[in-house]
């Protein structure tokens, strides 16, 4: 398998449930990313890992948390969540380099927290 | 604070004509610039991009102008296709060591044949 992969591609959650978002890149890439999609709105950057290191956090809600164990998995555990949180969640990857910008994603998750 | 913005939600042009996408951003400290396309069920795929040195950039079928001073960028596709059609994501990068690229909402483009 190629690219970068997302499991779940759809997940319907109440807001007492625990779940997590898996990503896979089979890239060789350094750099692992996870945005929020929400409908008619811009991609909004999430979090950000370099190396397995958390080098950014753009304000994000403690009921969301990442995980990166390796450079290839990266994980988003999800606990308590509010409706509002229902949107695509997208994961990509970079070579993490200074000198390199594009970013290659996956599918997405479709998550809806009712 | 959104840095990067599409005006235009949605593009509806006619198969063999020209499509312009256009992207304005306000952080004069971006420092390349690309365009991602997506389909739906799928991630956004990258399409093309320019470095804030240069005015124009061109691969086949799409080329994208950058006006700096207007911190101003567009997206041509001449001749459009049908296949074209998916939403269009302008993606703006600070310099290198910074990993937080900003993107546009989107534009959505329909090409008829």
């Known amino acids: 398998e190629t690219g970068v992969t997302q499991t779940p591609r759809h997940l319907v959650m109440g807001m007492t449930n625990k779940k997590s978002l898996k990503c896979e890149q089979h890239l060789g890439h350094n750099a692992m990313y996870w945005y929020k999609q929400s409908a008619k709105k811009p991609l909004e950057l999430m979090f950000v890992?370099?190396?397995?290191?958390?080098?950014e956090n753009n304000s994000v809600p403690s009921r969301f948390s990442p995980e990166c164990p390796n450079s290839s998995h990266l994980f988003l555990h999800l606990h308590t969540l509010q409706p509002e949180d229902s949107a695509l969640y997208l994961c990509a990857s970079s070579q993490g380099e200074a000198d390199s910008y594009e970013q290659y994603f996956g599918p997405g998750t479709r998550l809806t927290v009712t | 604070d959104q840095q990067v913005k599409q005006n235009s939600p949605s593009l509806s042009v006619q198969e063999g004509r020209i499509s312009i996408l256009n992207c304005d951003y306000t952080n004069s400290m971006f420092d390349y610039f690309l365009w991602y396309k997506k389909y739906p069920a799928e991630g956004p795929t990258f399409l093309i991009s320019?470095?804030?040195?240069?005015d124009k950039n061109e691969d086949g079928r799409f080329t994208v102008f950058l006006n700096k001073s207007a911190k101003h960028l567009s997206l041509h596709i001449v001749p459009s296709q049908p296949g074209d059609s998916a939403v269009y994501f302008c993606?703006?990068?600070?310099?290198?060591?910074?990993?937080?690229?900003?993107f546009g909402a989107g534009t959505r483009l329909t090409v008829k044949p």
């Open positions: 890992y370099n190396f397995k290191e958390q080098t």
């Open positions: 993606a703006a990068s600070p310099p290198p060591g910074k990993l937080d690229m900003r």
């Open positions: 320019i470095s804030s040195i240069k």
